[in-house]
């Protein structure tokens, strides 16, 4: 069992940064990966961002790159997603995944992750 804990969110207007944590204990071990996904009201689970707790490789959404950036402290345990110029469209609940999986493409699916946490709101006004 892996838990996973989100911290970081809240409101924000368009343009402004926020950064998210992601807490993870428990048989880390049985994972080498972590990814963030959002959901906002009325649509589905969105890819983020995913990296490899060994090598740091890292694979992005279109959507976000350039402006988010997943990074990880694994004497911590943790992984950060740092937002900036964030837009409206940004809003949505965002929730860290675990896995056994590479930062490529494939990693973009949610089926992929084994372990999920609760979720952090980030809401962005205009």
């Known amino acids: 069992q892996v838990v996973l804990v989100e911290s970081g969110g809240g409101l924000v207007q368009a343009g402004g940064s926020l950064r998210l944590s992601c807490a993870a204990s428990?048989?880390?071990?049985?994972?080498?990966?972590m990814g963030w996904f959002r959901q906002a009201p009325g649509k589905e689970r969105e890819f983020v961002a995913v990296?490899?707790?060994?090598?740091?490789?890292?694979y992005y959404a279109d959507s976000v790159k350039g402006r988010f950036t997943i990074s990880r402290d694994n004497a911590r345990n943790t992984v950060y997603l740092q937002m900036n110029s964030l837009k409206p469209e940004d809003t949505a609940v965002y929730c860290c995944?675990?896995?056994?999986?590479?930062?490529?493409?494939?990693?973009?699916?949610?089926?992929?992750?084994?372990?999920w946490g609760q979720g952090t709101q980030v809401t962005v006004s205009s």
């Open positions: 995944a675990a896995g056994y999986l590479a930062p490529t493409l494939r990693a973009s699916a949610a089926l992929n992750y084994g372990y």
């Open positions: 428990g048989r880390t071990f049985s994972t080498n990966a």
């Open positions: 990296i490899s707790w060994s090598t740091g490789s890292t």
